[in-house]
């Protein structure tokens, strides 16, 4: 994701928490404002609408992603977040692992089995809250990602 992209979304997120009430004045910094200033816009980055349809419209841009090749090239498919796009509690993790990877779904694996014991233990289920990862592609030999993968 570029500076401008980076900071759009940042700037969006504070205005979305400003506007539902919450979240502190937006505030950002020389050098993403000079990259605001410098970028052309094309279209929006996100569509009007509900939480699902923007999250819909990001799932459908990370299914074709490439800004790791290395990454793309190796993966059988990207790996989005699941669960209810209004959660109020979110699990986040690291990176796909190789289940995760062959079924296209976070925590599927041995980790999400146990994950999904925590989500019921507090009378939950894996639809009440949302379930992603950092990285959308699986790191080659289930490495840790590199902070490039990340950004």
Wanted: proline share 7%; glycine share 8%; hydrophobic share 35%.
């Amino acid at each position: 994701m570029s500076d401008f992209q980076s900071a759009l979304v940042s700037v969006l997120g504070t205005l979305e928490q400003i506007r539902d009430g919450g979240g502190r004045r937006p505030r950002a910094s020389r050098h993403a404002l000079t990259a605001l200033h410098r970028t052309p816009v094309a279209a929006p980055i996100f569509a009007t609408g509900t939480k699902a349809d923007r999250l819909a419209e990001v799932h459908a841009r990370v299914k074709t992603c490439d800004l790791c090749p290395h990454l793309a090239q190796s993966r059988t498919q990207t790996v989005f977040g699941i669960g209810h796009p209004d959660a109020e509690l979110m699990f986040i993790g690291e990176a796909p692992g190789a289940d995760e990877d062959a079924q296209g779904e976070p925590f599927v694996g041995r980790a999400g089995q146990l994950l999904t014991k925590i989500i019921e233990a507090i009378q939950l289920t894996r639809n009440d809250v949302y379930i992603a990862n950092v990285v959308k592609c699986r790191p080659p030999q289930n490495r840790n990602p590199e902070p490039d993968e990340i950004n």
